[in-house]
């Protein structure tokens, strides 16, 4: 049987179709900032005067989904055959209607989708996961909650900025009238589950643990939560789900338009990390998992919640039942650009600098990559430092720069992830940047682990596929991950022990850097 996996992610839609019998995998991606250049957001988010602000049109999700779909069918992929779809979105962000959705059979197929969802909205953009602007609601709903021992002993997380309660209760303080014709608040992940069955969807248990308003424990939005952040909270938001949730069938417009047969079921979609962590095969406890895709992101399954005591980890759920710790560093993929732009270097050069003209420990160069503000360790506003040689602090050592962005993020990962539990021995690698050899080098001496690649680009959009048939077909996981989820061999990194102890030193150094830079910090909150 067919299954299609959907990932809305910051920079792009992708679909993944998965075929359980014959094991075939056919994917394709939508890049917002190329082929949907009118909603002016060249990395998947729009411009703003002030840098800790990161919004979407969440029409531009809605028109690369007909994009998508309408790319898959011109290509020959007969999308009556799916059995099942269900998919993950980037986690945190929120999209506001003015209505619920109930248009399945009011939406018509020969209008674009984008242009019949634009009323239903109450907002016109969506805060996404990289808003740093609402220290202050942050400390707000702590202290109406009692606490930040009380918000991680609730939500697994302290207040975050990013994290969607406090994005909501920005909203609620800056535009109370649109929050209060606000009928109904969907993530990402939910929204695009809504478009798909034409009805809302509730929001699953792994993606809701990312808002700040779920109860862990009882696996339901705590009331206490609701209240400290907005008025009339409770009411906005239906009831939260277990990942493998059967969400209705596939709405009518999809059937019309694009040959989905009129059964196809939609199981509720979850963040892309957590769908991640299915899609790695890294479900259950004992394997850890590096997401380098817009933001980097170290996360793995959990048998029990564990919270990080320095408040930067968070826990999500795990779809395939429990929990999970991630570590989320907003310089990821971006910050590799910034250095790749600066210095002209495609990525192929990039791998070639560290991997053959630079050494580990970089010759003593270490940079402090902050070009956007940071979520671990907490920044509120870009800061980038050069420490090491005159060349390299003067921007005239390209090899170095590319050597001293990773070696950053790399330390910074495996110092602030060390709260999940032993250091990891193999580490399985996913995302854009997963193809570029230099930075799976930097990976491997950091972590002194085996760095191990999966042969699926995109595994947050393969665990919407496998979570699909697993909820349909009733697979068990292990057959599941047995044929889709087999890493690359061929480009497994192995530890080289001999850049153990320059990594030892280089870590205590990074860290005593990282003091001084939090001390320079203003505080906001
Ligand atoms: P997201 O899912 O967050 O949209 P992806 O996982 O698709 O992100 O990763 C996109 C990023 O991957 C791009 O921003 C780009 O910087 C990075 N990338 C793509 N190819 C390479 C490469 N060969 N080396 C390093 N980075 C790469
Ligand atoms: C995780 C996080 C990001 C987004 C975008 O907490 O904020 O990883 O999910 O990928």
Not at 275 to 294: E, K, R
Not at 315 to 340: D, T
């Amino acid at each position: 049987m067919r299954f299609l996996g959907l990932d809305s992610s910051t920079q792009s839609l992708t679909a993944l179709i998965i075929d359980t019998d014959t094991g075939e995998v056919i994917d394709r991606s939508i890049q917002f900032g190329a082929r949907l250049p009118q909603y002016k957001s060249p990395n998947g988010f729009l411009p703003s005067d002030d840098p800790r602000v990161k919004h979407s049109d969440p029409l531009m999700w809605v028109e690369a989904l007909d994009l998508l779909l309408g790319e898959l069918r011109e290509a020959g992929v007969d999308l009556s055959t799916i059995k099942g779809v269900s998919g993950a979105g980037q986690q945190h962000g929120s999209v506001y209607l003015a209505h619920p959705i109930d248009e399945a059979g009011m939406w018509d197929a020969s209008l674009p989708l984008a242009e019949q969802v634009r009323p239903l909205l109450s907002r016109k953009t969506a805060p996404i996961w990289m808003d740093a602007s609402t220290g202050a609601e942050c400390a707000e709903i702590t202290a109406a909650a009692g606490g930040a021992d009380k918000m991680v002993a609730i939500t697994g997380s302290i207040a975050i900025e990013r994290f969607t309660g406090p994005q909501i209760r920005k909203f609620w303080k800056t535009d109370p009238a649109a929050y209060e014709r606000t009928a109904e608040i969907q993530l990402v992940s939910s929204f695009v589950a809504s478009l798909l069955t034409g009805t809302s969807v509730p929001i699953d248990l792994g993606d809701g643990a990312g808002m700040n308003l779920l109860d862990l424990a009882a696996g339901a939005w705590s009331p206490l939560l609701l209240d400290a952040t907005a008025p009339g909270l409770g009411r906005k938001l239906k009831a939260a789900v277990p990942g493998a949730t059967y969400a209705g069938t596939v709405a009518d417009y999809f059937v019309k338009r694009y040959g989905f047969a009129p059964n196809t079921a939609v199981i509720a979609f979850t963040g892309d990390n957590p769908s991640s962590l299915v899609g790695m095969g890294a479900s259950q406890p004992g394997t850890a998992v590096v997401s380098l895709g817009t933001s980097d992101t170290m996360f793995a399954a959990m048998p029990a919640p564990r919270t990080d005591p320095n408040g930067y980890g968070n826990v999500f759920g795990n779809p395939a039942g429990g929990f999970m710790a991630l570590c989320c560093f907003s310089n990821g993929s971006l910050a590799r650009e910034q250095i790749a732009t600066r210095f002209h270097l495609g990525w192929d050069d990039f791998a070639q600098a560290i991997v053959e003209r630079t050494q580990p420990g970089n010759g003593g160069n270490m940079l402090l990559p902050y070009f956007v503000p940071e979520i671990t360790p907490r920044l509120p506003a870009p800061a980038e430092r050069w420490f090491g040689t005159p060349d390299f602090v003067a921007g005239k050592d390209p090899a170095a720069a590319a050597r001293a962005v990773v070696e950053a993020q790399a330390l910074s990962m495996r110092l602030h992830s060390a709260f999940i539990g032993a250091a990891p021995s193999r580490i399985l690698v996913t995302g854009g940047a997963s193809k570029n050899a230099g930075i799976l080098r930097v990976l491997a001496d950091v972590f002194q682990a085996e760095i191990i690649p999966l042969r699926v680009g995109n595994s947050s959009a393969l665990g919407g596929a496998l979570r699909a048939a697993q909820a349909v077909e009733g697979r068990p996981w292990s057959d599941l991950f047995a044929r889709f989820t087999a890493p690359d061999s061929s480009r497994r990194v192995a530890p080289d022990p001999r850049s153990k102890v320059t990594y030892e030193g280089i870590s205590t150094q990074l860290q005593a850097r990282l003091k001084d830079l939090l001390a320079q910090t203003p505080a906001t909150r």
